[in-house]
């Protein structure tokens, strides 16, 4: 079945301990992304990734690292988490620029995030 | 740079009403068109979409017309169902550059009563 998945699920967590979350897709996407979502400003885009070894900041890339040494994985570091980013984050994969410009992105499940 | 522009919610409605969440854009070129949907504890998926003006997405009873002259690709169902509880994402991917550049509006929450 063509995915994205995302570990963990859920995670409680305290101000300045180092996590990651993990994002993995099978449809040998080219394109992955992480994003925030928070009530009343909808999605944000973290960090964007066009291809391995290829990433890019997007909207609130503050606090955040991500790594593309695989082009099936695409992992959201927090060296030192805040409680700002206490959140929901979603990762999302897409086929490669150019095949068509219509391709829509496919989304994980998504990872709830409490930093205290 | 590109936005969307979705109408705030929530909306409430009965079931069997008419749905309608407005939705406007700003792009340069021709981007393409998205209405994505995510149920409650699940990620976003997509519900339709239109690549070109004129152009009618449609999906489980929803629909969506891409208006080049207005900008705009309003979201419309003619009967909905309380199984249509859930926050819908207008977007669009612009070209920029040769990037692939996803804007997405703010989500507008739909509520359906029995």
């Known amino acids: 079945e063509a995915q994205v998945t995302q570990n963990p699920r859920y995670l409680i967590t305290v101000t300045g301990k180092k996590l990651t979350v993990t994002c993995s897709q099978n449809?040998?996407?080219?394109?992955m992304s992480w994003y925030r979502q928070d009530p009343g400003l909808g999605l944000r885009q973290i960090y964007y990734s066009m291809n391995v070894e290829v990433t890019d900041k997007g909207d609130v890339p503050e606090g955040y690292k991500v790594s593309r040494k695989e082009k099936r994985n695409f992992p959201l570091i927090l060296e030192s988490p805040s409680p700002n980013q206490t959140s929901l984050y979603f990762c999302?994969?897409?086929?490669?620029?150019?095949?068509?410009?219509?391709?829509?992105?496919?989304f994980g499940p998504g990872t709830r995030l409490t930093v205290l | 740079g590109d936005s969307v522009t979705q109408m705030e919610g929530p909306v409430t409605l009965s079931e069997e009403a008419c749905l309608t969440i407005?939705?406007?854009?700003?792009?340069?070129?021709?981007?393409?068109l998205f209405w994505y949907v995510q149920y409650p504890g699940e990620g976003l998926q997509l519900l339709l979409k239109a690549t070109k003006a004129d152009d009618k997405g449609s999906n489980k009873g929803f629909e969506a017309t891409y208006r080049k002259e207005t900008t705009s690709f309003h979201l419309e169902k003619g009967s909905v169902q309380v199984s249509d509880s859930a926050v819908y994402f207008c977007?669009?991917?612009?070209?920029?550059?040769?990037?692939?550049?996803?804007?997405f509006g703010r989500g507008t929450s739909l509520i359906v009563h029995p």
């Open positions: 977007a669009l991917r612009g070209v920029s550059g040769g990037s692939y550049i996803p804007t």
């Open positions: 407005n939705c406007t854009y700003t792009a340069t070129g021709y981007p393409s």
């Open positions: 449809m040998n996407h080219e394109y």
């Open positions: 999302a994969s897409a086929p490669p620029v150019g095949r068509s410009h219509s391709d829509e992105q496919f």
